[in-house]
C-alpha cells in the first residue's frame, strides 16, 4: 500500500516539476523575442556661448554688423588732392609725335591735376588727339570739338588763361576752351568742376 502511494507522489511531483520547466521555457522565449529597451536620450538644452550672437554656422546677413541690425557703411574714398603733375622724357616726346600725327599745331600738358595721377594711354584719330589720365580725359584738335550726345546746356567760365564753356551733353559735362590755335576739351567722373578748371588754367607747352 505504501508502496502504491509512493510511487504515485513521485510521479505527480514528476509532472508538477514538468509543467513549471513548460511555462518557464516559454517565457524565456517570450522575453528574448523581444528586444531590450532602451531608454530615451534626455534632450540637451543648446545654449550660445557668450560673447556669440549668433549659433555656431550661422553667418550675419549682408549689409547687417550682427549686433543691433545695423547696416555696414561702406569705407569713404579719400578726397582728391590737386598737386604738380609729373612726365617723363618718354611721355613727353610721345605726346609731341602723337600731335603731329593728329596734325595738332600746338599740344599742351597739364601742369596740375590729382597729385597721384598720370598719363595712362594716349592716342590719335583724325585731327583728334586724345590722352587719357587714370582720373579724366583731355581732347586736343585744330578744329573745334563738339560733344557727342544731345547738348542740354551750356554756361560760360572765366579761366585765368582764357574764357572756356562748361557744355553738359547726355549729363556729361566738359570743359572747352581754345589756347592760341588748338581747341581742347577736358572732362572727369572724378574731379570737382573746380579742379578742373585749375587743370584747365595750368595747360602749358612742356618743354
Known amino acids: ?93 610721345t605726346a609731341a609725335t602723337a600731335a603731329k600725327t593728329a596734325g595738332v599745331p600746338t599740344h599742351y600738358l597739364p601742369e596740375r591735376g590729382a597729385s597721384d595721377d598720370k598719363i595712362d594711354q594716349m592716342g590719335t584719330s583724325a585731327k583728334l588727339l586724345t590722352l587719357k589720365y587714370y582720373k579724366m580725359t583731355i581732347l586736343e584738335s585744330p578744329e573745334e570739338i563738339k560733344p557727342t550726345g544731345k547738348v542740354e546746356s551750356k554756361q560760360e567760365v572765366k579761366l585765368r588763361n582764357g574764357t572756356g564753356q562748361w557744355i553738359t551733353a547726355d549729363g556729361q559735362k566738359s570743359l572747352h576752351l581754345k589756347l592760341d590755335k588748338t581747341y581742347i576739351a577736358l572732362s572727369s567722373d572724378k574731379l570737382s568742376q573746380a579742379d578742373l578748371q585749375t587743370v584747365a588754367e595750368s595747360l602749358a607747352t612742356l618743354k
Open 1 to 93: 500500500m505504501k508502496t502504491k502511494k509512493h510511487a504515485q507522489w513521485m510521479r505527480t511531483a514528476a509532472l508538477l516539476s514538468a509543467l513549471i520547466l513548460t511555462v518557464t521555457l516559454t517565457a524565456c522565449k517570450k522575453e528574448a523575442a523581444q528586444p531590450p529597451k532602451t531608454p530615451d536620450p534626455t534632450p540637451t538644452e543648446q545654449t550660445t556661448p557668450p560673447g556669440q550672437t549668433t549659433p555656431p554656422g550661422q553667418t550675419t546677413p549682408p549689409g547687417q554688423t550682427g549686433q543691433g541690425g545695423e547696416a555696414a557703411k561702406p569705407p569713404e574714398e579719400a578726397p582728391i588732392k590737386i598737386g604738380q603733375l609729373q612726365y617723363t622724357e618718354l611721355e613727353r616726346t
